[in-house]
C-alpha cells in the first residue's frame, strides 16, 4: 500500500510539474504554482490515507475468505506500481527538460517587465499632467459660470429628475390608457349594447299628490264638523290632508305613496258616494286597502310574466308588486327593478351565462328597500334574508346582498347585478339630487382643484362632469399641467363619491401684452 502512496504522489509531483513547464508569464505565476502544488498533494495523501484504509480493510476481509486471490490482487498491484515508476522516470526525464525552457523564458519575462515599468511610469507623469489641466479647466468653468461644481451638479441632477417625472408621468398616462382600452373593451361593446337595446320608462315620484274637487263646498264636507272627517281620514290612512286656499284641489302628503295612494281612492268613492263620516271613512278606507293589495299582487304577477320568472314565491311576488308605490331618489322602484333586471338578462346573454337567472337576481335586488316591517337592516341585507327565506337559488340570494359590496361576491352573476343597477340609477334624468348636495358637491370638487399650489381658478360646468382648471402661466409649465390634470383626476376618484365621470382639463394660457403709445 506504500507503494500506492508513493505512487499517487509522485503522479501528483509530475503534473505540478507540467503547470510549471506551462507556465509562461511571471514568478508570480510559478508560486502559485507551487502552493496548488502542496494543495493537491495535501490531498493526493488525504485520499492515498483514505485509500489506504479502505483496501487494508478489505485485504484483511478477503484474507479470510479468499487468501488465494488476495496474492493474486497483491501481484497486480506491485506489477502496476512498477509501471508507474517507469512512467514517473519518463516524466521526470521531460520535467527537466522544460524547466530548462522555463528558466530561459523568465530571463525573458524580466526584461519585458523592465520594459513595461517604464512605460507605466511615463503614463503616471502624463496623467498627472492631465489632472492639472482638468482642475485648471474647471476652475475656469466655475469662474465663467459663477457656479461651483456640486452647484452645477445639483442643478443638472434637479433638471434631469424633474425631466424624468415628467417623462415618467406621461408613461404612466399612457400605460394606464392603454390598459383602459384593452381591458374595458370587451366590457365597455357589452354594456352599451345592453343599454342600447333597452329602452327605459323613467318616473319621477313626489311625496304629494294633488285630489282635484269638483267644487269647493266638498271641502267643508271633507273637513266634516270641527274638523272630525279630516281627522278620521288622516287617521285611517296615515296621510296628511292640506286645504288650503287652492281652489277645487286638496293635497295629499305622505312619504308612502302605497298610502297616499289608499287615500285618493278612499277619498274619491267618498266624493263620488257622498256620505262622510268617520265610521263610512273607515269603512271605506278598510275596502280601499284590501283593493290596493289585490291590485299590488296583480302587478307583481303581471310584472314576472312579462319578464319571463316563473316559480317565485307568492310573498316575493307580492313584494315586487309594492315596489310600483315606492321610489328611490324620485325613481320608480319597479321601474328601477324591471330596468336592471331587463339588463342583466342581456348582460348575461351577451356573457355565455344563464339570463333567466341573472333576471331573477336583477328584478328582486332591491326587495328589501319594501319590507313589511322596519328593521335596521339594510336593505341589501334585509333583502338578501328575504331571499333566502322563500328559497331562491344561492347564487341570486348573494347578488342581492353583494349588489352594495355588503357581502363578498361568490357568483358570476353578482357583479352584472351590482353594474345593471349601476346603469339604471345613472341614466340621465332617472334620478334625481337634492339641490343642496348637488351644491354641496360642486362645491367641493372646485374647493380639491383650488387646493393645488398653481391654480388660480377652478369651474365644475356641465352639472358637475367637468372640472376646468385654470392655471398660471408663470408657476406651472406645459408638464406640470399634464401632471397636474392627472393627480387632480385620481385625488377624485379616491376622494369623491359621483355618477358617472368627471372630465378634468387643465388649462394653461400664456399672454404677452404691449402697449403701442
Known sequence: MDFVIIGVVCIAVGIIAGKFIFAKNTRKQIEDAEQQARKIVGDAQANAETLKKEKMLEAKERFVQLKAEHDKEVLQRNQKISEGENRIKQKEQALNQKGDQLDKQIKENEAIKENLNRQIELVNIKRTELEKHQE???RRLEKIAGLTAEEAKAQLVESLKNEAQTQALALQQEIIDDAKQKANKEARKIIIQTIQRTAAEQA???SITVFNLESDEIKGQIIGREGRN???IEAATGVDLIVDDTPEAIILSSFDPLRREIARLSLQRLVTDGRIHPARIEEVVEKTRRQIEEQVMEIGE?????LGIHGLHKELIRMVGRMRFRSSYGQNLLMHSRETANLCGIMAAELGLNPKLAKRAGLLHDIGKVPDEETELSHALLGMKLAEKYGENPA???????????VEMAYVIAPIVQACDAISGARPGARR???QQYLQRIKELENLALAYQGVEKAYAIQAGREL????????VTDGDSDRLSFEIAQKIQTEMTYPGQIK???IREKRAVNVAR
Do not use: L
Open 136 to 138: 485648471e479647466h474647471i
Open 204 to 206: 319621477i315620484e313626489n
Open 230 to 232: 279630516i281627522r278620521a
Open 302 to 306: 303581471r310584472t314576472v310574466i312579462e
Open 396 to 406: 341570486v340570494v348573494n347578488a342581492i346582498g353583494a349588489h352594495h359590496d355588503e
Open 433 to 435: 339630487e337634492i339641490m
Open 468 to 475: 376646468r382648471v385654470i392655471v398660471e402661466a408663470d408657476k
Open 504 to 506: 378634468v382639463t387643465v
